[in-house]
């Protein structure tokens, strides 16, 4: 069985490592030709995910249609505002029967979409399902206990995808909610930018702790609004996932927040981590999409005024901190039961 995975980066290559350990054939594909000759050659990949043996059951490709042709499973590993664009590229050599994974995380810029409906519409008569949860690359590659989930519309589909993904240190769950776990993923990155210049400004871990607890809060509001349910953000997608990006120097986002809470600028921050950090996107997306909605973020909100306004981060913090007061357990939604349609 051939497995294509699209985007050679940190994600992409610990998955085709993963993968490969369990005896699938598995196509790498990069557009970059050096990094795709330094895989196939030297077996590693020396920026993305350095210290890490790459199998020869994984072969790094340059070429999309074949990589594509012949997969039974196609895996979608690049940077979220790449997707649309690369099923595009894709279109003319899927096929329906062909199981779509994306495993990016993010929200597209205009449309709102998440990257579920960005595939659909450009891929149409694949059905699509989403691999998420708290995982660093980096620790997947080297065999630490991890767990994730997989969800989408058809319940036996996600079990098959369950058993191909899991081995006994990478374990997966179903979820039927891929509106929730989809938001999770993307909206986190958001909440760890601001962990991240919690640090940056020296503050401690009851700043933290605060700023991940109303961070899951907001996230969970318009995560409802938008048709997800509450209890997922509960759950590996939700606060599993917050948790280890807000606490983790893995994390690019948390490091891009710490450098911009020391007073750096952006585009100083982003070149300096030479990587997408896709919560700066995500945090203009929703912005732009609780503002749509009456939606109640502060911290989101505080976030873009720093990233996108140039405002000062211990302002933020202020204005913050110095909102009307609030009941917490009249924010609190009840929990109820959901199953797979």
């Not at 997707?83 to 279109?91: A, H, T, Y």
């Not at 029967?97 to 659909?120: A, C, D, P």
């Amino acid at each position: 069985m051939k497995i294509g995975i699209l985007g050679a980066g940190s994600w992409g290559s610990a998955l085709a490592v993963l993968l490969s350990e369990k005896g699938y054939q598995v196509d790498l594909w990069h557009r970059r030709k050096e990094l795709v000759d330094e895989i196939n050659s030297k077996r590693v990949n020396s920026k993305y995910l350095p210290g890490v043996v790459i199998n020869k059951g994984v072969t790094a490709k340059i070429n999309l249609e074949e990589t594509v042709k012949g997969s039974e499973v196609i895996v979608l590993a690049v940077p979220s505002h790449g997707v649309r664009d690369l099923c595009k590229q894709i279109k003319d050599f899927v096929n329906c029967e062909q199981y779509i994974v994306n495993v990016s995380k993010g929200l597209e810029e205009g449309t709102y979409f998440r990257l579920s409906q960005v595939i659909n519409e450009e891929l149409s008569y694949n059905n699509v399902y989403v691999l998420s949860g708290p995982s660093h690359a980096e620790e997947v590659a080297k065999k630490l206990p991890t767990t994730v989930v997989v969800s989408g519309e058809k319940k036996s589909k996600c079990e098959y995808l369950q058993d191909l993904f899991s081995t006994d240190s990478f374990r997966v769950y179903t979820n039927p909610d891929m509106i929730g776990v989809e938001l999770g993923g993307a909206l986190k990155n958001i909440i760890a930018l601001g962990a991240g210049i919690s640090d940056g400004l020296g503050y401690g871990d009851n700043s933290k702790a605060a700023l991940m607890t109303r961070g899951i809060a907001e996230i969970s509001r318009l995560g409802k609004i938008l048709g997800a349910k509450t209890e997922t953000f509960a759950g590996l997608t939700g606060i599993g996932d917050l948790i280890v990006t807000c606490t983790s120097m893995h994390s690019r986002n948390r490091r891009a927040g710490i450098l911009l809470g020391q007073g750096e600028a952006l585009e100083n921050v982003l070149e300096g981590i030479g990587m997408v950090v896709e919560g700066v996107r995500a945090t203009k997306t929703a912005f732009e999409l609780a503002s749509k909605h009456e939606c109640d973020m502060p911290i989101t909100a505080g976030i873009y005024k720093i990233l996108y306004g140039g405002y000062d981060p211990k302002d933020v913090v202020t204005q913050i901190m110095t909102r009307s007061n609030k009941h917490e357990i009249e924010e609190i939604n009840s929990l109820y039961y959901y199953g797979w349609n």
